[in-house]
């Protein structure tokens, strides 16, 4: 497979968010700011990086009746790594994403690429596509996050460019399903002219 290719549909043809529509939780949680989303999309990529890297490795190991239960101890590891590290490092944003960091644990899109990819082709090819899966998520929760964040708050990484208070619909939960629901638009319009 052409690595490039693999690495790629992470981001358009393959998004998780615009295309597949997995790990809608995390997506819609904590889209406030940009800066919740990227720290939610790298924690994710970080885990689905490692997580392909050690199922690709072991996949030969583990018996067919306990594959799935396997992936999920080996993801679950990888999250509360994650998890302890940004509790230690990044206390404000660790705060800021709560509950919604051990719940990486059951996001679909790491699971779904340990069992469809990780566990059928070879360490490279496994890695390259936790990369471009893990980027793809995060860009789409960036600007997610962007959206929500410029016509909630009046403000782009925290700094303030709008005066007054913006519209409060879009850092609220319904606010989060009408920008995702544009942006899945303009990411379709996007493929199309690309296909």
């Given at each position: 497979m052409n690595q490039w290719k693999n690495f790629s549909?992470?981001?358009?043809?393959?998004?998780?968010?615009?295309?597949?529509?997995?790990?809608l939780c995390p997506t819609l949680g904590v889209t406030t700011s940009v800066i919740n989303g990227v720290g939610m999309g790298l924690a994710t990529t970080f885990v689905l990086l490692m997580s392909n890297i050690v199922v690709t490795l072991i996949k030969n190991y583990i018996p067919d009746k306990v594959r799935i239960p396997s992936f999920i101890v080996i993801i679950a590891s990888f999250v509360t790594i994650v998890e302890l590290l940004m509790q230690a490092y990044?206390?404000?944003?660790?705060?800021?994403?709560?509950l919604f960091i051990p719940l990486?644990?059951?996001?679909?899109?790491?699971?779904?690429?340990?069992?469809?990819?990780?566990s059928k082709n070879t360490?490279?090819?496994?890695?390259?596509?936790g990369l471009g899966m893990g980027l793809g998520f995060t860009m789409a929760l960036f600007f997610l996050g962007g959206v929500r964040e410029i016509l909630g708050s009046g403000s782009f990484l925290g700094f303030k460019f709008i005066p007054g208070d913006g519209i409060l619909l879009f850092i609220l939960a319904p606010g989060a399903f009408i920008a995702l629901g544009y942006l899945i638009m303009l990411m379709n319009k996007i493929n199309k002219k690309t296909a």
């Open positions: 549909k992470g981001f358009f043809s393959e998004n998780a968010v615009f295309v597949l529509f997995l790990g990044l206390p404000g944003l660790f705060d800021e994403l709560g990486i644990v059951v996001n679909c899109l790491i699971l779904g690429r340990a069992e469809a990819f990780a360490f490279t090819s496994s890695v390259v596509d």
